[in-house]
């Protein structure tokens, strides 16, 4: 079982659907991540959020929109993608504290939402 | 920024036998290294990890040993069992402040262990 939950699944979309990927996660961490996966490669950074404020973008591309309505939640809106986006997508999770007295937490990634677009 | 290298790229060995995974980093002022599988399909699960006011770290038939003079640092496992089989990511950081959990993952190392 993984304290990360990650929903949908799977998501078929197309160029001009809108969709949105949904995580979850009741560890009480406060550092919240967005990370994209293709076939046989490593975790490639998205977004980070930090205390529910966007901190870290990696210059990705604004159809890629993301969102931290609380602290046990994260979305990522989708929109206008092209095939080239598919691939998995990743949400983690890790302990932060206010005055970054504990140094490096481990993320915790969900299982993440297979995308493809046709 | 950080940049990892992960050797080798595939790796197969007999059942029982070890396995070494080895990982570079370039940036002095990385101080953690945490190592994660992922099995076909799944996620990425943290195994084991070290920070840089440690030499060797071990779990089990997993280890892990960092040099800092050299800046590398091994993934060592031992008696492999078929479920080891999986592909294996190094990863680096600075830890705490503005890097904010920014993980420098290497290109990571397909280990098959035959029956």
Redesign the interface.
């Known amino acids: 079982d993984?304290e990360v939950t990650q929903t949908p699944k799977h998501l078929v979309m197309g160029m001009t659907n809108k969709k949105s990927l949904k995580c979850e996660q009741h560890m009480g961490h406060r550092?919240m991540?967005w990370y994209k996966q293709k076939a046989?490669?490593?975790?490639e950074?998205m977004f980070?959020y930090?205390y529910e404020k966007l901190?870290?973008n990696e210059s990705v591309p604004s159809r890629f929109s993301p969102e931290c309505p609380n602290s046990s939640l994260l979305n990522l809106h989708l929109h206008a993608l092209q095939p080239e986006d598919s691939a998995l997508y990743?949400c983690a999770s890790?302990h932060?504290d206010g005055k970054?007295l504990?140094?490096?937490?481990?993320?915790?990634?969900?299982?993440?939402t297979r995308l493809t677009v046709t | 920024g950080e940049n990892v290298e992960q050797h080798p790229s595939t790796l197969s060995v007999q059942e029982g036998d070890s396995a070494v995974i080895k990982c570079t980093y370039s940036d002095s002022a990385s101080n953690y290294f945490p190592w994660y599988k992922q099995e076909l399909g799944k996620r990425p699960q943290l195994i084991i990890d070290i920070r840089s006011n440690v030499g060797e770290k071990k779990d089990q038939r997993i280890a892990v040993t960092l040099n800092k003079t050299a800046k590398h640092f091994s993934l060592h496992i031992t008696e492999t069992q078929p479920e080891d089989s999986a592909v294996y990511f190094c990863a680096a950081s600075k830890g705490r402040g503005s890097t904010l959990g920014r993980l420098y993952f290497g290109r990571g190392t397909q280990l098959t262990v035959w029956p």
Request: charged share 15%.
């Open positions: 993984t550092a991540y046989k490669k490593p975790p950074l980070v930090s901190s870290i990743l890790s932060r970054e504990l140094g490096h937490s481990p993320l915790h990634f969900g299982n993440g």
